[in-house]
Nanobody, 124 residues
Framework: QVQLVESGGGLVQPGGSLRLSCVAS????????VAWFRQAPGKEREGVSC????????NYGDSVKGRFTISRDGAKNTVYLQMNGLKREDTATYYC?????????????????WGQGTQVTVSS
């Protein structure tokens, strides 16, 4: 079973920045992708970003393009989400998820493994 642990959430003012981290363990697949999703109260779960550990390709949701950047570390076990220019509408619980696929997909149905989430609140 893949284990995912998110961290880095918190309270930030509009226009500010946060960096989320997702530490993953237990991978046995020859290929996998790690993604960030978010869900705000009363809203559907939304795909934020995904990175393929097979070829490094990335994918971003339209609402975060140009503001968020996903990356992976040299040990290939940690994924980061650098969030800049944060807006109030970015407030949500952010979840890390892993899928046994080489594709940087934002389809939540492809992800069998999920972390517990980290809260991001953008407010003045």
């Amino acid at each position: 079973q893949v284990q995912l642990v998110e961290s880095g959430g918190g309270l930030v003012q509009p226009g500010g920045s946060l960096r989320l981290s997702c530490v993953a363990s237990g991978f046995t697949s020859d290929y996998y992708a790690v993604a960030w999703f978010r869900q705000a109260p009363g809203k559907e779960r939304e795909g934020v970003s995904c990175i393929s550990f097979t070829d490094g390709t990335t994918n971003y949701g339209d609402s975060v393009k140009g503001r968020f950047t996903i990356s992976r570390d040299g040990a290939k076990n940690t994924v980061y989400l650098q969030m800049n220019g944060l807006k109030r509408e970015d407030t949500a619980t952010y979840y890390c998820a892993a899928a046994p696929t080489p594709i940087a997909t934002l389809n939540p149905r492809r992800f069998p493994s999920w972390g517990q989430g980290t809260q991001v609140t953008v407010s003045s």
